[in-house]
């Protein structure tokens, strides 16, 4: 069974910087490296969003709102997906959630609430 555990979510003070991690279990290395890797945010009261994208081979793009912030990699050795966030603003409070490119896995999510 495939599950996606996301860490490292937490408060921090509007211009810091929080790593979330994304690790799959119930999944080979290999598989890992061939499926795309997600994160998404929900803030409450809207609706999710795409935030970053990391492809197998490592193209990444991200939503307008967090470019020049935020960075996406993998260490598929590790088959874990994470997200570097720096400059953060209190519009980056969410719920962060990562998946497979393909959306059929989802991990419970971590909360991130900035702090103006």
């Known amino acids: 069974q495939v599950q996606l555990v996301e860490s490292g979510g937490g408060l921090v003070q509007a211009g810091g910087s929080l790593r979330l991690s994304c690790a799959a279990s119930g999944v080979s290395g290999m598989l890992f490296s061939i499926s795309a890797m997600r994160w998404y945010r929900q803030a409450p009261g809207k609706q999710r969003e795409l935030v970053a994208s990391i492809s197998t081979s490592s193209i990444t793009t991200y939503a307008d709102s967090v470019k020049g912030r935020f960075t996406i990699s993998r260490d598929n050795a590790k088959k874990t997906a994470y997200l570097q966030m720096n400059s953060l603003k209190p519009e980056d409070t969410a719920v962060y959630y990562c998946?497979?490119?393909?959306?059929?896995?989802w991990g419970q999510g971590t909360q991130v609430t900035v702090a103006s």
């Open positions: 998946s497979n490119g393909g959306g059929k896995y």
